[in-house]
């Protein structure tokens, strides 16, 4: 794949209305590029129909509170290619609740562009610690968080499946 040179091609927003089935298609794919050999079928299908819904995202581009940031995407000549969505956990402590890309674009540059922008918007909030899950065995995204200056903390049960570990990481911002 071709490094991203030309960041004219590249637009970095806040994610509204127009984003919703390319959040919705990101998120799914990545869901299932990400998982899919670590998990069954089945339960890969119940989190996507689940999180990944059009209508689902939909509320989450519409309704933002402390907790919840929305949606930040990565257009790519106009098509969602990347997207990434957090909160507020605490005083000055923020999280990334959800961060996917089109496994297709992957290895780029852009999904480490669309976490910079992120992080920067967090950083306008006050944000000093930013915490993120990644579930262990996750090959895709651990090497990436860590190369971006995630620490592992602790591990716990994953939320849903059960039967997999969660790495939890935090970063100084």
Same mark, same amino acid.
């Given at each position: 794949?071709?490094?991203?040179?030309?960041?004219?091609?590249?637009?970095?927003?806040?994610?509204? $209305?127009?984003?919703?089935?390319?959040?919705?298609? !990101?998120?799914?794919?990545? *869901?299932?590029?990400?998982?899919?050999?670590? =998990?069954?079928?089945?339960?890969?299908?119940?989190?996507? =129909? =689940?999180? &990944?819904?059009?209508? $689902?995202?939909?509320? =989450?581009?519409?309704?933002?509170?402390?907790? *919840?940031?929305? &949606?930040?995407?990565?257009?790519?000549?106009?098509? !969602?290619?990347?997207?990434?969505?957090?909160?507020?956990?605490?005083?000055? +402590?923020?999280?990334?609740?959800?961060?996917?890309?089109?496994?297709?674009?992957?290895? $780029?540059? +852009?999904?480490?562009?669309?976490?910079?922008? &992120?992080?920067?918007?967090?950083?306008?909030?006050? +944000?000093?610690?930013?915490?993120?899950?990644?579930?262990?065995?996750?090959?895709?995204?651990?090497?990436?968080?860590?190369? %971006?200056?995630?620490?592992?903390?602790?591990?716990?049960?994953?939320?849903?499946?059960? %039967?997999?570990?969660? +790495?939890? &990481?935090?970063?100084?911002?």
């Amino acid at each position: 794949m071709k490094k991203l040179t030309n960041l004219d091609e590249l637009t970095l927003m806040k994610a509204g $209305r127009d984003e919703v089935k390319g959040i919705a298609r !990101v998120c799914s794919e990545g *869901w299932r590029a990400t998982y899919g050999y670590l =998990e069954d079928e089945a339960y890969v299908n119940r989190v996507i =129909e =689940e999180y &990944y819904n059009e209508n $689902r995202i939909e509320n =989450e581009v519409t309704e933002f509170s402390e907790n *919840w940031h929305g &949606y930040f995407v990565a257009k790519e000549n106009g098509e !969602v290619v990347g997207a990434i969505g957090g909160g507020t956990i605490g005083k000055e +402590i923020g999280e990334i609740f959800v961060f996917y890309m089109n496994p297709n674009k992957r290895n $780029r540059g +852009i999904g480490s562009k669309l976490l910079t922008y &992120y992080t920067e918007y967090q950083k306008k909030l006050g +944000i000093k610690e930013q915490w993120l899950s990644a579930q262990k065995g996750n090959e895709k995204a651990i090497p990436f968080y860590e190369a %971006k200056g995630f620490v592992k903390q602790s591990e716990k049960r994953s939320e849903g499946s059960g %039967k997999h570990l969660s +790495i939890r &990481y935090m970063r100084e911002i």
